[in-house]
């Protein structure tokens, strides 16, 4: 695909919400702080002082107050999210700037340019309403042919069957693209040499609303046409955005780890190890689980039949030092049904997209991510 996006682009792109309350009569401020809302893609409203509609100063996501109308702001009502901006001039630490904070209950006081890359982050979460990240899982092999793939899809078709916002990220630049597995590779929407350039913060609902949706989720994958290095910066701003939006992340990973990788590592809240029940996968997954380790604090693995004589789950998990997930059960048919157009999981009563829902059901207890137990089991086939 041709182009790309970066963090202004993108947040432009998508639906912009009601952004913070201005106020100022200085042109050059208000120039700069106009800047700064496009960049978070956030449309704002602007005044010279407070409202005087009932309700209206209580209402805004955000105030931004530049310095020179804080005079005015005083005796207003007391609200967090107000903020007291202005231009680096004069003496940083005037008592009087700090007087003018305390006179409208202001939470900070900002100066630029320096303060710029913060307060953009301030009023994107602000008009984004941020609250609850994403609960973000990555999936690995322990060695080729592991299954990793089919299980994040299984993961998230069934994240979003049971009515989580879900988003599937493809992280494995060499797989092949995991909207294929999907049956969406000729789906509209945006793909990662989209997002190659990315470097500033991107709008969470905006990346949601420009990737393919299938299954009743939105997936970011590879295009086929086009080789392209993801920078580590570029992976940190689409996840960043990603868990913004809340609800499920799905992260496919290959089993090498660069730059790109590790970032999604550090990103994650658990990581998932799948590995085949063979002396040889449990010895290649050894050296997959240390050098994911030095990055991801929760890294559980989940064993795949059939075994080797004298091997089981638990043997699996106990040669590698990781907590069990559970037995990655074999579904009869998945291959002829996901030609059929039935995705990994897409039947809620086939084996794998039982597994999987035991394991969303553990992982949402209240005291996730860090205390989900050692969970489902599989059970034979479908």
Not at 184 to 192: M, P, V
Not at 227 to 242: D, E, H, T
Not at 266 to 281: C, F, M, N, Y
């Amino acid at each position: 695909m041709a182009g790309s996006i970066g963090g202004e682009g993108l947040a432009s792109a998508g639906e912009r919400r009601d952004g913070p309350l201005i106020l100022t009569e200085d042109p050059d401020l208000l120039d700069d702080l106009l800047r700064l809302c496009a960049a978070a893609g956030a449309v704002p409203e602007v005044r010279h002082g407070p409202p005087r509609e009932r309700g209206a100063w209580e209402r805004a996501p955000m105030i931004l107050v530049g310095d020179d109308a804080a005079r005015g702001c005083r005796g207003v009502p007391r609200r967090t999210g107000v903020m007291l901006v202005g231009r680096i001039q004069g003496d940083p630490d005037d008592p009087g700037v700090w007087r003018r904070a305390v006179e409208i209950g202001a939470d900070h006081v900002l100066r630029l340019p320096d303060s710029e890359a913060w307060l953009v982050d301030q009023i994107a979460n602000a008009v984004e309403g941020v609250g609850r990240s994403a609960l973000t899982v990555g999936v690995m092999g322990g060695r080729g042919g592991s299954g990793a793939s089919t299980l994040a899809c299984a993961l998230a078709v069934t994240a979003a069957r049971s009515g989580r916002r879900t988003m599937l990220v493809d992280g494995d630049p060499l797989g092949g693209g995991i909207d294929v597995v999907l049956g969406g590779e000729q789906s509209e929407g945006l793909r990662w040499p989209d997002f190659a350039r990315s470097k500033g913060r991107l709008g969470g609902g905006a990346l949601e609303g420009a990737l393919p949706a299938l299954h009743g989720l939105r997936v970011l994958s590879w295009d086929r046409d086009d080789q392209v290095i993801v920078p580590s910066q570029a992976m940190r701003s689409v996840l960043a955005a990603a868990r913004r939006v809340g609800g499920v992340v799905v992260v496919d990973l290959p089993r090498w780890f660069d730059a790109s990788v590790t970032e999604a590592l550090a990103q994650l809240d658990i990581g998932l190890l799948v590995v085949p029940g063979e002396l040889r996968a449990v010895a290649a997954a050894q050296r997959v689980s240390a050098a994911a380790r030095v990055v991801l604090e929760d890294l559980r693995v989940i064993a795949r039949g059939p075994y080797t004589a004298g091997l089981d789950e638990h043997w699996v998990a106990q040669a590698l030092g990781l907590p069990l997930v559970g037995d990655l059960p074999t579904e009869a048919g998945l291959s002829s049904a996901q030609d059929g157009g039935v995705p990994p999981g897409g039947n809620p009563r086939g084996a794998l997209a039982r597994f999987c829902a035991a394991f969303w059901d553990l992982a949402d207890a209240p005291a996730r991510p860090d205390a989900v137990p050692a969970g489902p089991r599989g059970g034979g086939t479908s």
